[in-house]
């Protein structure tokens, strides 16, 4: 640890009714090989160990929050790799979003962020506006032409890595608030559908295949009209004050007495709707509802409803937020497989972080592009047609990895193999 700032004078007393949650760490070192920065860097403050060092230090008065502290803080994916492989059931994921919410209370955050984070996610109309006109300069030539000149290169490099990352999102429409779908057939139950910011707004396609899939299930689906962003970006940017408000929105938009289950499909939304009671109390009850839609079809009548067949060899890839963060591994393959015709492939590290991660691939994108090349190498060799993955982000981060790889790659969700199973009309152009 040479490089933190220890002080040795600055005792900061944790609440003596709970115990730190770094207590729990018996510093085995299981979790380093899992860790895809201590992976890539080989450098101990950059693993789950070494960063619970670094905050136990904090905590004890023995460090204080320098430049280099924030750097191990925030080069950290949040993936929760880690907490899969712990032998003492290490809550780590919540350990580093406190971790962060102390680093911005002491330094705050970038404006960019604290923009958009505070007064555009929460805020969908808004949010709506910024995704239209970022449709807009993907098929005006606009970005056709920063590209081709090369001007945003020259003159802001860093941008330009980020404009690089920028999806080809098409002008599609997601659901509407306040809406109401009618379950197919006998009916088996009502659900809210939690819509979503980015899956809505750029990916509505999913959401519209989402409901598609719970009807054909047999049952009513309600889209709540007050539910706004979930809140997680701003949690795992330190922002824990708006993510706290934004979950209370939540909670009060969903009529919990209603329904038997609220149903999301995006990894890293679910884990954060899960997690709600974290950050404020009594919503146990919203939460104990939450359910990731493959969590949730699984137990259905859907198989019954999967006919068109689909001769594709078809990858999964485990967004980590479901994985890791949700323990959910197996009702993906279990539904994909169901799909007649499939030849679905394993492949190798599809547990392991693409290193997307919320806005990871922007702040931190040398390390994020490392990361993702080793995930592409292993998609490469398992020679599939279509790689299925429950995420925006990831999906985002794997499209961006198979064009620089040169592979000719579908990256799609896995509801959308399934409603294309159900007789849904296709739009990909491999199918």
Not at 276 to 302: C, H, M, N, Q
């Amino acid at each position: 640890m040479q490089d933190v700032m220890l002080t040795g004078n600055e005792i900061n007393h944790k609440d003596a009714q709970k115990a730190p949650l770094y207590l729990d760490c018996v510093h085995c070192g299981l979790c380093l090989s899992s860790c895809p920065t201590y992976r890539v860097l080989g450098n101990e403050m950059d693993s789950p160990r070494g960063r619970i060092y670094l905050m136990r230090a904090y905590d004890e008065g023995r460090a204080k929050i320098t430049d280099s502290f924030v750097e191990h803080m925030f080069r950290c994916l949040d993936c929760r790799a880690c907490e899969t492989v712990c032998p003492s059931g290490v809550h780590f994921g919540h350990m580093m979003e406190e971790m962060r919410g102390k680093i911005v209370d002491e330094r705050s955050t970038a404006w960019i962020s604290r923009l958009m984070l505070k007064h555009v996610f929460p805020y969908p109309w808004r949010f709506q506006f910024v995704a239209r006109m970022l449709q807009l300069y993907l098929h005006s030539g606009l970005q056709e032409f920063v590209r081709e000149t090369g001007l945003l290169r020259r003159v802001a490099p860093r941008m330009a890595a980020a404009e690089a990352l920028m999806p080809d999102i098409g002008m599609e429409s997601g659901l509407a608030l306040d809406s109401h779908y009618r379950a197919e057939g006998r009916k088996q139950g009502t659900v809210a559908f939690f819509s979503g910011c980015v899956m809505n707004s750029m990916l509505g396609s999913i959401n519209r295949s989402s409901v598609r899939l719970l009807t054909a299930a047999g049952y009513d689906v309600v889209v709540p009209g007050n539910q706004i962003c979930c809140g997680a970006l701003a949690n795992h940017a330190g922002l824990r004050t708006t993510a706290k408000q934004m979950a209370r929105s939540n909670i009060a938009a969903f009529p919990l007495e209603q329904l038997d289950a609220i149903i999301i499909n995006a990894s890293g939304c679910g884990a954060m709707l899960k997690e709600y009671p974290l950050l404020v109390d009594g919503a146990g009850a919203f939460s104990s509802k939450v359910k990731d839609i493959a969590e949730f079809l699984v137990s259905t009548r859907i198989f019954e409803r999967l006919k068109t067949p689909m001769d594709r060899r078809v990858g999964y890839d485990d967004p980590c937020h479901l994985v890791h963060g949700q323990g959910i591994r197996t009702e993906p393959r279990t539904l994909l497989k169901a799909i007649p015709g499939i030849q679905f492939v394993e492949i190798e590290g599809a547990d392991q972080c693409c290193g997307s991660a919320g806005i990871y691939n922007i702040t931190q994108n040398e390390l994020s592009m490392e990361i993702l090349d080793r995930k592409m190498e292993k998609i490469q060799k398992a020679h599939i047609d279509v790689l299925a993955t429950g995420n925006p982000g990831c999906m985002f981060q794997f499209r961006y990895g198979a064009q620089k790889f040169g592979m000719h790659l579908e990256v799609v969700h896995p509801v959308e193999l399934l409603a294309h199973s159900l007789g849904a009309k296709w739009t990909k152009g491999v199918i």
